[in-house]
């Protein structure tokens, strides 16, 4: 009997450290991932309305290349939008919507100012200190705009030659917009590959093939995140303790200065 529940005990145990070994990557994984960018970021600035939204845009924007695609992947989500705008005004045209009393006149005029917040976009530096303040306001502005054009549109417009001006602008294709889909991936990966090195730098760790295997493509991101967590899982716990106490100041830190920013904002619009 006594044999049979040591047996047991012993057995216990190597779950228990199994599942211990599988909570330890789990957590390094969530740790890791947090101060890296997906892959793939087409999603759209615009769209986030929260301010918790805002912050986690905000949080890689400590550094002028996560200033950078933020204020890039902005530009690419505006420009999309003045594509569809330019071709829902010809669509409007088609339907007749060019005499005096039925015209495009008023979406054309707010055409024109999301264009010249585009330009503002174009030439922001994303190296000043009030890189972040620029990113928000030039995304208000263009959520903001774009709002402005959906709604005027709908008072122009019955539900049927609503549905009709949807459809024909549903899937734009746009060369240029490729183009950017490939320099916001291509900076990206540049984004992350820092973001690695500067985690092996904590680890300790001198072979740096995955996070070359990463930036040539031949690697995927999260595959290269799980290798990195399996070498920091077969270190001692003190290592590892160590590691996920430095991923977490870091994202702390982060959080701390987009949340700043976000009050520091509000403070400057207060004196206004």
């Known amino acids: 009997m006594l044999k049979t529940l040591l047996k047991w005990y012993k057995k216990g145990v190597k779950i228990m450290r199994k599942i211990y070994s599988l909570l330890i ?18 999603e759209d600035p615009q769209e986030n309305d929260s301010i918790e939204d805002t912050e986690l845009e905000i949080e890689v924007m400590n550094n002028s290349l996560g200033a950078k695609i933020r204020l890039l992947q902005l530009e690419k989500a505006l420009l999309k939008n003045i594509l569809k705008g330019e071709m829902a005004v010809q669509v409007l045209i ?77 899937e734009i294709i746009s060369d240029e917009l490729d183009n950017y889909s ?14 690695l090195y500067r985690l092996y730098g904590i680890v300790g760790e001198a072979n740096s093939s995955f996070v070359n295997d990463y930036f040539n493509g031949t690697l995927p991101l999260n595959e290269t995140k799980l290798q990195l967590c399996k070498f920091i ?9 160590e590691i996920y106490s430095e ?14 920013a976000i009050k520091n904002m509000g403070k400057g619009h207060g004196n206004h």
């Open 25 to 42: 990557v789990l957590v390094l994984l969530i740790s890791i991932s947090s101060i890296v960018l997906a892959d793939e970021a087409e």
């Open 94 to 170: 088609g339907l007749g919507f060019n005499t005096t009393e039925n015209n495009t006149l008023e979406l054309e005029s707010i055409l024109a100012e999301m264009k010249v917040v585009l330009e503002e976009i174009r030439v922001a530096n994303t190296s000043s200190n009030e890189s972040v303040q620029i990113f928000v306001t030039l995304k208000n502005m263009s959520k903001n705009l774009t709002t402005q054009f959906r709604e005027t549109i709908r008072e122009l417009l019955n539900e049927t030659s609503l549905r009709e001006v949807r459809l024909r602008i549903k």
């Open 182 to 195: 490939k320099r916001i991936r291509n900076l990206i990966r540049q984004f992350n590959v820092n973001q």
């Open 233 to 241: 899982n077969e270190m001692t716990k003190e290592k590892r303790y």
């Open 247 to 260: 991923l977490k100041s870091e994202n702390i830190r982060k959080q701390i200065h987009a949340q700043n």
